[in-house]
């Protein structure tokens, strides 16, 4: 692994950083299992997180808006140490909206490269999911960090101007195409 001279900072939290000085240093932080990430200048950072397309009986799509954000998109998020991106998925469902379901009955939709909604000078590679079933919108609250839940027809994305890269660019695309 090659480093220019200048100190890089590696982040195993975006608010917590460390830093190295050197390119052994930073083969040592290489084979942590947590999610590192890495700073340099000029370049974006790159979060992994996992989310999930949930559906109503009439196949409207679940968003949600964070705490402190303007931006709705799938519940998921980070994964923790030795999560799959499966497991951080079902994790993160549970967390935010009160949805137990099996990892194993996940389906993937994909791996995709792009912005971060709410988090600047970031990128994410994001795995999507398809949770089981149809789920009863009625029952769904938000917790956690969620402060707002939002039920969406997916022929009527476009009618909406805040809504997250992520869903925008590749999930609704496939979704409308489908």
């Known amino acids: ?14 608010e917590a950083a460390l830093t190295v000085r050197s390119a052994a240093g930073a083969k040592r932080l290489a084979r942590l299992t947590a999610p590192v990430f890495v700073r340099l200048e ?6 992994k997180v996992s989310a999930v397309c949930v559906f109503d009986p009439a196949g409207r799509l679940l968003t949600v808006r964070k705490s402190g954000t303007t931006k709705f998109m799938h519940p998921g998020g980070k994964p923790e140490i030795g999560e799959s991106a499966a497991q951080a998925a079902v994790r993160e469902l549970a967390e935010e909206v009160g949805i137990d379901v099996d990892a194993a009955t996940l389906e993937l939709m994909g791996v995709w ?9 970031t990128d994410i590679e994001a795995t999507v999911f398809t949770a089981p079933g149809r789920w009863d919108a009625a029952a769904i609250h938000p917790t956690a960090e969620i402060a707002e839940l939002r039920w969406m027809d997916v022929a009527g994305a476009a009618d909406f101007d805040d809504l997250a890269p992520l869903l925008t660019e590749f999930v609704l695309p496939r979704l409308i195409n489908y």
Not at 113 to 121: I, P, V
């Open 113 to 121: 490269h792009g912005t971060a909604a709410n988090e600047a000078d």
């Open 42 to 47: 000029g370049v974006k950072n790159v979060l």
């Open 1 to 14: 692994m090659h480093l220019p001279p200048a100190e890089r900072t590696i982040y195993a939290d975006p």
